[in-house]
T-cell receptor, first 112, second 111 residues
């Protein structure tokens, strides 16, 4: 039973560029949430996708957007990258919106 | 005041010790609580949910104190492999389901 997978594992970008991160949920899960984790901090909730729509959103600017596909996989897009966007980006999936979440290994983004 | 607060530590304890962490939350409407464990440069992994009546899983015991708005995690007979960062998560009730993580408490178990 495959767990949550994310790609790529590492990414280096420069300021002003755009990035797309990908997530495949655990088998049987239909909800995907995205988090940003800066060094030494806990994960911060970005948004949650369920039935291909953004259902909840944390305190992140519109530069952060996402998408969920019919197979429940999801993408996180970040435009106009800032140095402060450097972080570990985690995807978590669950069976329903309020069920226990399981995390993927994350994508480490470095913005230079 | 932050919504969810944890003492970042580190807590340095010898093998076999008992150690406890607290996590305070500010929103009294909070409904669901969890403890996650995160190893260095890895993803968080669910350790246990926290129920109003308290719950135990082997050497780990989690408790909720709604009156004082905190949850706790007790680890008995610490093992070297327990060394990690322990994150608490609080979810508010109502239509908005936004998990709020604490910054984590670092535990180092030494021989």
């Amino acid at each position: 039973d495959a767990g949550v997978t994310q790609s790529p594992t590492h990414l280096i970008k420069t300021r002003g560029q755009q990035v797309t991160l990908r997530c495949s949920p655990k088998s049987g899960h239909d909800t995907v949430s995205w988090y940003q984790q800066a060094l030494g901090q806990g994960p911060q909730f970005i948004f949650q996708y369920y039935e291909e729509e953004e259902r909840q959103r944390g305190n992140f600017p519109d530069r952060f957007s996402g998408h969920q596909f019919p197979n429940y996989s999801s993408e996180l897009n970040v435009n106009a990258l800032l140095l402060g966007d450097s972080a570990l980006y985690l995807c978590a999936s669950s069976r329903q919106k309020t069920d226990t979440q399981y995390f993927g290994p994350g994508t480490r983004l470095t913005v230079l | 005041r932050k919504e969810v607060e944890q003492d970042p530590g580190p807590f340095n304890v010898p093998e076999g010790a008992t150690v406890a962490f607290n996590c305070t939350y500010s929103n009294s409407a909070s409904q669901s609580f969890f403890w996650y464990r995160q190893d260095c440069r890895k993803e968080p992994k669910l350790l246990m949910s926290v129920y109003s009546s308290g719950n135990e899983d082997g050497r780990f015991t989690a408790q909720l104190n709604r009156a004082s708005q905190y949850i706790s995690l007790l680890i008995r007979d610490s093992k070297l492999s327990d060394s990690a960062t322990y994150l608490c998560v609080v979810i508010k009730s109502g239509g908005s389901y936004i998990p709020t993580f604490g910054r984590g408490t670092s535990l180092i178990v030494h021989p």
